[in-house]
């Protein structure tokens, strides 16, 4: 290995990330717009994917985990080693929001260390009938998180709006 590539490397950091939420949030959808810059379509994850994003001085290994109920018992294990978690909720589907509640707050409170960041996505805002922000901050009652380190974002990963300055803030979370 090259002098500068030892170099880089040092100053390269190292995070895992899981992004976690209901099956059909839009979780793979993300990591696929983060990898390509643009939509692309995608297939039910089953169990797990994994991608490695490389940026300048942080190298972020993401683990995109399977919403369904069959995958959820992963997820323990794999959160337990995470320095950032990703949790995307799906704007649209009024339906499932207590459901994802109850798993958010399983992650937050049982299965993650509570120093790290916790980037919470509302995705999908790019259709008509959603939540706004401030209807889904009150519904998942994010205040409660008190000193955990965490922000909300509108996103939508089909046409990107809100996903440069959501991992803006991500990332920035690892370099403090
Ligand atoms: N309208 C809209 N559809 C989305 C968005 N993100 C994902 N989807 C769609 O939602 C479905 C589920 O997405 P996927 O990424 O597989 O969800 P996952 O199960 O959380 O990984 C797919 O049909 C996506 O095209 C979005 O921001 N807006
Ligand atoms: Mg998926």
């Given at each position: 290995m090259s002098f500068l590539k030892r170099l880089f490397r040092q100053r390269t950091k190292r995070v895992t990330i899981t992004i976690c939420g209901?099956?059909?949030?839009g979780k793979t959808t993300i990591v696929r717009y983060l990898v390509a810059g643009e939509y692309k379509s995608t297939v039910p994850t089953m169990g797990v994917n994994r991608e490695v994003i490389d940026l300048p001085n942080l190298q972020m290994d993401i683990f995109d985990l399977g919403g369904q109920l069959d995958f959820r018992g992963i997820w323990p294990e794999i959160n337990e080693k995470s320095d950032g978690l990703v949790y995307v909720v799906d704007a649209s589907d009024y339906i499932r929001l207590d459901e994802s509640k109850e798993i958010f707050y399983n992650i937050i409170n049982a299965q993650i260390n509570p120093l790290i960041p916790v980037l919470i996505l509302l995705n999908?805002?790019?259709?008509?009938?959603r939540l706004s922000r401030i209807e889904f901050i009150n519904a998942f009652d994010l205040p409660s998180l008190g000193n955990i380190k965490w922000a909300c974002f509108v996103t939508s990963a089909i046409t990107g709006e809100g996903i440069y300055d959501a991992f803006r803030w991500f990332i920035d979370a690892f370099q403090e």
């Open positions: 209901l099956d059909n949030a999908k805002c790019d259709l008509e009938e």
